[in-house]
């Protein structure tokens, strides 16, 4: 036993000395061209600034009142559609739990059911003068402490100070409403940042992350955690206008950074809003692009750019409803110049409908958030649409001193203390009996389509299945007849070209690159034995063509057999693997790549439908790949890892291509991953709405289950279970 250890350490490092010794890259930055880990972002870009380009000339034919109506009515229909819908109304069944006494309002703490089961915690101003008032929404941004933190009381005392009711809320993900407990042990910091206090001990992940996180299991069901969103601010409203002392037809809106997002979503869907004010969110998506890039979740919307709806069109849905852009010079999220470029488009529109007066912006000289001089901003302007009056609002003249409530209990800098806003017993929703999680509702969801769609996929035939997976995944076929050697002169960038060699004993390793599409170029190491017996393995490893290329491993075993293996690379794999030039946001649990994995989600791409493309393209190419003519090679599949997935789809559109397939270390289905309360690197296997129609069980029963082996399945964590 010593010894044979002791011949596989010598065996093993010598190997991987041979590897070392050999330059296995393939790709290299051309004179002009961006390097290899940064092509495929260029690519996303320069596809999104071109469908920006067709939504900007869309947008120049507007003309008539009436033109602009159907702009409005098309980008409506397209965003509920694409957020899922909108769920039933059931009863709220709100509840006062407590209550607070300020100088020159009260606070209501209050919990409501925006779902059965689905708690919002809120916190709810209002004036000590007669009322009714007009009743204001504030969604929170991304802060941790949600409806607690301090620039959200402010707003909110604001408000209420100026006659006007303000229900502040917690999104999920945030403050009271967290939904990824971990009860087994407690927390003072987020692991992921140390330098963070959690607002609950229990509580696991960054907010962005969890918004993120409930946004994969989301996309699979045809929906978006901007779903959950939107419904809680919709809900909220639906509250203030159920109470006698708050003006049903006078309702505002305004929010910061997430917060503004929700704002620009409500605003433009709830025709109730009569008057918001989103800050710190609206830019245009070019210079969000080329600046901080997408953001989480619930900030993209499936095909909105192809579609032809930027974030100006928050605006021009509500059009020619009052409208106040809060926006800030020094703003390092949301670059100001998109901003302006938002607000003369706006205007625009809002001429065309005759009130140009009704949206307006408020540049401060400050930096992203709820700061003094946009609170200020934002009161006044609702002010003056809520209550018709405008004046001026200053905050410095009424900010109470420290004080004290029923309990004699010190206010910190003014603020409420998180605990002294709680509407729920324990700090947390998750934590009442019976409440249920947007994992629940989702895995719900996920379980009730696949009894659904059981029966109408048996009805289908072979053909229909394929071409409803094809347009699910945006997958564009490569034909045999554009890839062969006799053809390749009318397509000569989709053919793959030899651009080295290396000899081995017994065999050549040719270094190959596939140009999938302009300016993307992927590599491949094609392994060919001296003799060949006509039979080829494509050979597909989610980590890199390297990793089982070393002289001994699995591939040289197949070579050593007769075979031609081509170990390929798909788009973002590799070589080509994206993220490493910036610091990217959430990358812990969703991998590097999770803003490119965006901003095709935002184009309607999905990297599963664009790597199927990459691995469609290997395979029509390794069918004929040093034959004899009119004798294509027998071909095998082996897939592992980020690879399989893609894999799987390609070989279920084109089963007569491969004798076997073989998938390693593969999620079980994406119903496990809709249902999971974490994951980790998934972002690249999500597609929008699969789930409405297919999982992985039935693209195997598509290639044949007698020809697929599937081995040490993953769960969501990426790990055997």
């Known amino acids: 036993m010593k010894f ?7 065996f093993l490092v010598a190997s991987l000395a041979t590897l070392a010794a050999e330059d296995l890259a393939v790709l290299s ?22 469908a920006i380009d067709r939504r900007k000339a869309a947008f120049e034919k507007l003309k008539s009142q009436a033109e602009c109506r159907k702009w409005q009515e098309e980008r409506r229909a397209f965003f509920l559609r694409q957020i899922g819908g909108l769920p039933e109304r059931t009863p709220l069944k709100p509840k006062i739990v407590g209550t607070l006494k300020g100088e020159g309002y009260r606070v209501e703490n209050i919990l409501f059911e925006s779902r059965p089961d689905f708690h919002v915690t809120a916190n709810l101003y209002l004036p000590l003068t007669p009322g009714p008032w007009p009743g204001v929404i504030v969604p929170c941004g991304h802060s941790h402490d949600g409806k607690a933190a301090g620039g959200y009381q402010r707003i909110c005392i604001l408000l209420a100070r100026h006659g006007m009711a303000a229900m502040c809320y917690d999104p999920v993900g945030q403050g009271e409403r967290y939904q990824m407990l971990d009860l087994s042990r407690e927390r003072t910091h987020f692991d992921d940042a140390p330098h963070v206090p959690v607002p609950h001990p229990n509580v696991r992940c960054l907010c962005t992350d969890e918004h993120t996180m409930m946004g994969l299991g989301c996309i699979l069901l045809g929906s978006n955690v901007a779903q959950f969103r939107i419904w809680d601010g919709m809900r ?12 049903a037809d006078k309702i505002g809106c305004t929010g910061n950074s997430g917060g503004g997002t929700l704002t620009a979503y409500l605003m433009a869907l709830d025709d109730r809003i009569v008057a918001a004010a989103p800050v710190c969110y609206l830019t245009s998506f070019r210079r969000l692009i080329d600046t901080s890039g997408p953001q989480d979740a619930e900030q ?26 809060c926006a800030g010079t020094r703003d390092a999220t949301f670059d100001i110049g998109g901003t302006w470029d938002v607000l003369r488009e706006a205007k625009r529109f809002y001429s065309r409908l005759g009130h140009a007066e009704r949206v307006e912006m408020h540049e401060a000289d400050a930096p992203h958030g709820f700061g003094i001089q946009q609170r200020e901003a934002a009161a006044r302007w609702l002010h003056r649409w809520l209550l018709g009056a405008d004046k001026p609002i200053r905050e410095v003249e009424s900010l109470p001193d420290p004080l004290t409530d029923e309990q004699s209990r010190e206010l910190s800098k003014g603020d409420w203390t998180a605990q002294q806003l709680q509407c729920t017993p324990s700090g947390q929703v998750l934590l009442m009996k019976d409440e249920r999680s947007v994992f629940q509702l989702n895995a719900e969801i996920a379980a009730r389509l696949k009894t659904q769609r059981a029966d109408s996929w048996k009805k289908r035939s072979a053909e229909e299945k394929r071409q409803l997976v094809s347009r699910g995944i945006g997958f564009q076929p490569v034909t045999s007849e554009s890839v062969t050697s006799e053809s390749k002169s009318d397509r000569q960038d989709a053919y793959p070209t030899t651009i080295g060699r290396i000899e081995r004993d017994g065999y050549t390793i040719h270094k190959l690159v596939l140009t999938p599409e302009p300016g993307l170029r992927l590599p491949a190491l094609a392994f060919v034995p001296a003799k060949p017996n006509g039979v080829a393995t494509l050979y597909l490893h989610g980590t890199s063509m390297k990793a089982d290329a070393a002289p001994g491993g699995p591939i040289e075993v197949l070579v050593k057999q007769g075979q031609i293996v081509l170990a390929a690379e798909l788009r973002g794999i590799g070589e080509t693997e994206t993220g490493h030039h910036k610091r990217v946001w959430g990358r812990v649990h969703f991998g590097q790549d999770i803003q490119e994995v965006f901003l095709a989600y935002l184009l309607g791409r999905s990297f599963v439908g664009m790597r199927v493309e990459d691995a469609a393209a290997w395979t029509q190419f390794l069918k004929t790949f040093q034959t004899t003519p009119n004798k294509p090679n027998e071909l095998h599949l082996i897939a592992i890892g980020e690879a399989a997935i893609p894999a799987l789809h390609a070989a279920a559109l084109d089963p007569d291509s491969f004798r076997t397939v073989t998938l390693r270390q593969m999620l079980r289905s994406w119903e496990d991953l809709a249902a999971a309360t974490e994951s980790r690197d998934q972002a690249v296997n999500v597609v929008h709405g699969a789930l409405l129609h297919y999982d992985f069980p039935d693209l195997i029963e598509m290639t044949g289950t007698s020809k697929v082996r599937v081995f040490d399945s993953a769960n969501p964590l990426g790990l055997s279970p």
């Open 4 to 10: 044979r250890l002791a011949v596989g350490t010598v």
């Open 29 to 50: 930055a051309l004179p002009g061209d961006p390097a290899p880990g940064a092509m495929l972002e260029v690519s996303l870009k320069q596809q999104a600034y071109a």
């Open 236 to 247: 909220a409203i639906d509250y203030l206008q159920s109470r006698d002392d708050i003006l």
């Open 300 to 325: 993209n919307i499936f095909g909105q750019l192809a579609f032809g709806m930027d974030e100006a069109d928050y605006l021009t849905m509500r059009a020619p409803r009052p409208t106040l852009i």
